[in-house]
């Protein structure tokens, strides 16, 4: 039999590596819902029709990049490439109450060339606040991604921010830039001259050198916008001035999707390369009327995870895969095996992670099975410790030992009792 091998641009997330997956997602989750959102699962395939009404026909995304197939019932089916439609379609579909804050973490599918920190199967990490226009949001919805960052131990990170206007400003700044790219039309690419006649502002994100070198004169939607969109940015931006984070206005910014407008943002970062994006996300005021839905504001965000995991310096506690919080107990005859079963249940029943092998081996190869299950701690159940009613600890990252009476071993470990009613 030949071995298979995963699909192109997939990866597997195998231990010691998906602890960090784990942790990076609990602590999503954590920050999320201490910010008051709540998780929404929506399904991994969607009509198309949903993608094709959010994303915009013409953006990349749909255009290139979506795994599109036929049911067996021939309905027309999409695996999702980005978040937030499928969160506004279940909104809608379930009568979700506004003002709602709903976060998820999704496996997303693109069909795009893989590099390093992209993959065609990917996963997001998303919030979308709905039902909410001030400002203020938006300032808290930039601030929540920063601080994400910065608990994970990235520090070195820049926020981009700009607004791209509304629907009463932007009329008139299409027309302009779209003057100005029918000007320089033969010097596009081939790409940007059919993206200019449906939506021009997808220019700027042409990676193209040459576009970008032409669209430096272009006319830029933040120099267009309304007195309204004026006074709703200078409050996101005032609000960004009092945080510690680094911040600057990209007034080029528009983020590859047809959906936005007024506040876009991206968390860049320089340790990544070409791929230097870590996020971003934006404004979407108008995408629930696409879904046939009631005018409803909302601005949302989603991160990448695996350019986060990349984007991890040293030092992060995030970042060490070397031992995880599980106690491996080690016996060393019959009757102290039988010991050491009772102390696995007891510790079990306190919700602290443990393990022990059952097979008769020798205590070296136990303490070699500690090692291959990545074990932090060791407790030894040997015949003295019986006697004496106590244990001997060791601590496999520091070498440390100790005695502990038997009475005092679950307040020892009580730190790593895990709980997932806190919620
Ligand atoms: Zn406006
Ligand atoms: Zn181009």
């Not at 108008?286 to 990349?310: K, M, N, S, W």
């Not at 009475?407 to 709980?419: A, D, H």
Request: glycine share 6%.
């Amino acid at each position: 039999m030949t071995r298979s091998s995963r699909p192109k641009g997939t990866q597997d997330f195998v231990p010691p590596e998906s602890i960090k997956k784990t942790r990076i997602e609990m602590l999503f989750r954590e920050l999320a819902t201490v910010y008051g959102y709540q998780e929404v699962v929506t399904p991994t395939f969607e009509h198309t029709e949903v993608f094709i009404k959010s994303s915009g026909s013409a953006s990349d995304i749909v255009q290139k990049e979506m795994y599109t197939f036929t049911d067996r019932a021939g309905r027309n089916l999409t695996l999702k490439p980005e978040g937030t439609p499928g969160v506004v379609r279940a909104v809608l579909e379930n009568n979700l109450r506004l003002p709602c804050r709903l976060f998820y973490i999704s496996p997303c599918f693109r069909y795009s060339r893989p590099q390093k920190g992209r993959y065609r199967e990917f996963y997001q990490l998303g919030v979308e606040a709905i039902g909410e226009s001030s400002p203020l949001v938006d300032a808290e919805t930039i601030i929540f991604g920063a601080t994400f960052f910065t608990r994970l131990g990235i520090t070195e990170f820049t926020i981009k921010v700009n607004s791209i206007g509304c629907r009463h400003c932007r009329p008139a700044y299409r027309e302009k830039l779209l003057t100005f790219l029918r000007e320089k039309q033969k010097k596009l690419c081939p790409d940007c001259q059919t993206r200019m006649e449906i939506n021009p502002m997808r220019t700027f994100d042409c990676k193209n050198t040459s576009c970008q070198l032409l669209l430096n004169d272009a006319p830029l939607p933040k120099r267009h916008l309304c007195p309204e969109c004026t006074a709703h940015f200078e409050e996101v931006i005032d609000s960004l001035k009092s945080t510690p984070f680094n911040w600057k206005l990209d007034e080029h910014l528009v983020r590859g999707l047809d959906y936005y407008n007024r506040t876009t943002f991206e968390y860049v970062s320089g340790v990544l390369g070409a791929q230097s994006s870590l996020g971003g996300g934006g404004r979407y005021d108008y995408l629930f009327e696409e879904f046939g839905g009631p005018v409803t504001p909302a601005i949302g965000l989603a991160i990448g995870l695996e350019r986060t995991i990349l984007a991890l310096p040293e030092g992060s506690p995030f970042n060490t895969a070397s031992r995880r919080n599980l106690v491996f107990i080690v016996w060393t005859g019959p009757a102290e095996m039988a010991a050491a079963r009772e102390l696995l249940n007891i510790l079990r029943q306190e919700n602290i992670p443990a393990l022990m092998t059952y097979e008769p081996v020798r205590v070296k190869r136990q303490f070699h099975l500690a090692d291959i299950a990545g074990a932090r701690f060791c407790i030894i159940v040997g015949e003295e410790e019986l006697k004496g009613n106590l244990y001997a600890l060791k601590d496999l990252i520091t070498g440390e030992q100790s005695i502990v009476p038997a009475e005092k071993i679950v307040p020892t470990f009580s730190s790593l009792r895990l709980s997932s009613e806190r919620i």
